[in-house]
């Protein structure tokens, strides 16, 4: 199958699979549901639930994950050879088990024994073949399992460190490798990837300089040392935009409409809030990424940006799916639960 012809094909189902979903469709049907009962038969009519509805909600958060993680690794069978900033995308489900893991050992202490015994995950990921170790069916995982891999550096560090910082070890680690495949990309591929790679990692930034500022005393009267844990998207880091942002004082409306990008702060300082709240402003951030996504969808047929753009869209078709079944769990009303998913 030719290149033209294959992107041809995968370009039709997309454009398919883009219409049946909740990217294209309303989702106030959704929100209308006060049952997690109702919105599994909306969700997966073709299956039946037997569960209290605590338990209901997580497993079909699970599914749905579990639906997206199917549907890119078929994507990644027509596209053999794989594209490897595809294969990135998938990785994110072992970048999960990993924090999942470490997140458990750090909860256990620091002796041995802690760290010898395996975590039995919630959600055990099976990359086959573009694994970095194996996954025993099981879904028990020990630390020793991620010796002679890229995240080896983990064991160690969870001796030393708090979780925090190891935790933005795993993201600083997965963007800089998905900056480095999305600039090795010929030519012909790089058009809307590299633009929502650059896209996603600056965010990705900026909100952990929100995070670490708003709740770790440190960063708040010393905010250059959040720069160690940023990742360093070009090589005239930190820019301005980041040093601005570094700077920027969080209680004051004026400084936030006059930052670059003010769309991060819309409505924070309504209501009395008298600070920038880093959750709404990763709301926003999300929110203008799968915009953008979107975007790039239409506007790259027939290479690669087409199929990284679609995998991001369906990224936030989970993440606003899962919104609002947790609204649902939480009894919020409709026109929250609109507010809280958001649309495209």
């Not at 995240?151 to 963007?175: C, S, V």
């Not at 924070?268 to 959750?279: E, S």
Request: glycine content about 6%.
């Amino acid at each position: 199958m030719g290149k033209t012809f294959r992107y041809g094909y995968i370009q039709a189902k997309l454009h398919a699979l883009v219409g049946e979903s909740f990217i294209r469709r309303d989702i106030r049907p959704l929100t209308r549901n006060d049952d997690a009962h109702e919105l599994a038969r909306q969700l997966f009519p073709d299956r039946t639930y037997d569960l209290p509805e605590k338990a209901l909600v997580r497993q079909l958060q699970i599914d749905l994950d579990r639906e997206l993680f199917r549907l890119v690794r078929r994507i990644l069978r027509v596209l053999s050879p794989s594209p490897p900033v595809i294969v990135h995308l998938l990785r994110k489900y072992e970048f999960r088990m990993v924090r999942a893991l470490a997140r458990a050992v750090a909860n256990r202490g620091g002796d041995q024994r802690g760290f010898a015994e395996p975590v039995l995950l919630e959600s055990a990921w099976d990359l086959g073949p573009f694994a970095s170790f194996p996954v025993p069916e099981s879904g028990e995982l020990s630390i020793s399992a991620l010796e002679g891999t890229s995240y080896a550096w983990i064991g160690p560090a969870l001796a030393k460190q708090p979780l925090f910082e190891i935790e933005g070890g795993l993201d600083r680690q997965y963007y800089r490798e998905l900056l480095d495949l999305s600039r090795a990309l010929h030519r012909s591929d790089r058009g809307g990837v590299s633009e929502l790679v650059l896209l996603e990692a600056n965010l990705q930034n900026y909100i952990w300089i929100l995070r670490l500022r708003t709740y770790f005393n440190r960063y708040q009267s010393e905010p250059s040392a959040i720069l160690p844990l940023l990742v360093p998207v070009a090589p005239q880091f930190p820019d301005r935009v980041t040093r601005a942002l570094l700077d920027l004082p969080l209680d004051s409306p004026e400084a936030a409409r006059s930052f670059r990008y003010p769309w991060l702060f819309d409505e924070q300082f309504t209501g009395g809030a008298q600070r920038v709240d880093p959750a709404r402003a990763e709301a926003a951030a999300e929110m203008f990424l799968y915009r953008k996504a979107k975007r790039y969808f239409y506007q790259y047929p027939f290479c690669l940006g087409l199929v990284y753009s679609f995998c991001k869209l369906k990224e936030f078709e989970v993440a606003r799916l899962t919104t609002i079944l947790e609204g649902v769990k939480m009894s919020m009303s409709e026109q929250e639960l609109l507010a809280a998913a958001g649309s495209l």
